[in-house]
């Protein structure tokens, strides 16, 4: 039997062929002002006996297939260390075959753990964590009310990949409005310049359930979305950054490995703003979308 799954169930696009564990509910900080995600999903953890049990009753035929395994939701990795030890001694003695452990990291999980402890889960499998940073700004951060500034967000990124674990992490084009563009695009460049995370992705904002954060900020304008994404690239100076913008709120998709492939996205920009310049619309207003 698989395991047993709550709706809403969000994982990366990257993890479609993963099995997946729901080894937590919601989200730890489920705080953000743009975000509903998990607005009527309460946080808790699944009980360890119930989870050992769902990778216990994986039938024997799926087990030689499985590479990769992602622990949901939101901030999975929060679950406490030595039963989330246990949890790990379980997969890895299920799954022989398996090669990576992965799940989300929030701000609150990041503040729970010690280097030595992210070593223990190293060594267990886990190699990737999905991180959403959204800015390097603080009060573009504030303003989400994510909880932690960056120089805490830089020290434990940091932290994490020199435990071995590889990051993979999330930005939000539009996040601070037209205010505060130009600081959220240079704080988050000088971030990932100093952190050098393996992936770099970039969403834009859209609608998640919670009017009020869209009506508080400036709008982006198709204009100011392709500035501000051209400033973060020219910014970042990292080596073998594996960068995508290919999420479904994106408008223009984009990917490359930075600092090497710079140029072309640049250019992939310009062109299209270009396009949209011959169409009037760069100081159109995007629709932000309902998700759900
Ligand atoms: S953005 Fe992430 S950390 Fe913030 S409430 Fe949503 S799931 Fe939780």
């Given at each position: 039997m698989m395991p047993d799954y709550t709706q809403p169930l969000y994982r990366p696009p990257s993890e479609a062929r993963s099995l997946i564990f729901q080894i937590t509910h919601g989200c730890s900080h489920n705080d953000c002002t743009f975000c509903g995600m998990y607005l009527h999903k309460p946080f808790r953890l699944k009980p360890l006996h119930q989870v050992l049990e769902e990778i216990r009753r994986i039938p024997a035929d799926i087990v030689p297939r499985v590479r990769r395994i992602f622990l949901a939701d939101g901030d999975a990795v929060i679950y406490p260390q030595e039963r989330l030890l246990a949890i790990l001694d379980a997969l890895n003695a299920k799954f022989p075959t398996v090669q990576r452990i992965s799940a989300y990291?929030?701000?609150?999980?990041?503040?729970?753990?010690?280097?030595?402890?992210?070593?223990?889960?190293?060594?267990r499998k886990l190699s990737l964590l999905y991180f959403g940073l959204e800015s390097a700004n603080d009060q573009v951060t504030d303003l989400m009310n994510k909880g932690r500034d960056a120089d805490f967000t830089r020290q434990q990124a940091i932290t994490l990949q020199e435990q071995g674990i590889a990051l993979s992490v999330m930005?939000?084009?539009?996040?601070?409005?037209?205010?505060?563009?130009?600081?959220?695009?240079?704080?988050?460049?000088?971030?990932?310049?100093?952190?050098?995370?393996?992936?770099?992705?970039?969403?834009?904002?859209?609608?998640?359930?919670?009017?009020?954060?869209?009506?508080?900020?400036e709008p982006p304008t198709l204009g100011s979305l392709l500035d501000e994404a051209q400033l973060l690239i020219e910014n970042i100076d990292g080596k073998n950054i594996i960068f995508r913008a290919n999420h479904i709120s994106n408008l223009v998709t984009l990917s490359g490995t930075l600092p090497r492939d710079r140029d072309r996205l640049l250019q992939e920009i310009a062109r299209h703003r270009e396009q949209l310049g011959r169409q009037g619309r760069l100081d159109e207003v995007p629709e932000f979308y309902e998700e759900f």
């Open positions: 990291v929030g701000r609150k999980a990041m503040a729970t753990k010690t280097p030595a402890e992210w070593g223990q889960l190293r060594q930005v939000i084009l539009g996040g601070g409005g037209q205010r505060l563009s130009r600081e959220h695009a240079l704080d988050t460049a000088r971030w990932a310049t100093a952190v050098n995370p393996r992936y770099l992705s970039l969403l834009t904002l859209f609608l998640r359930r919670k009017q009020d954060f869209f009506d508080s900020l």
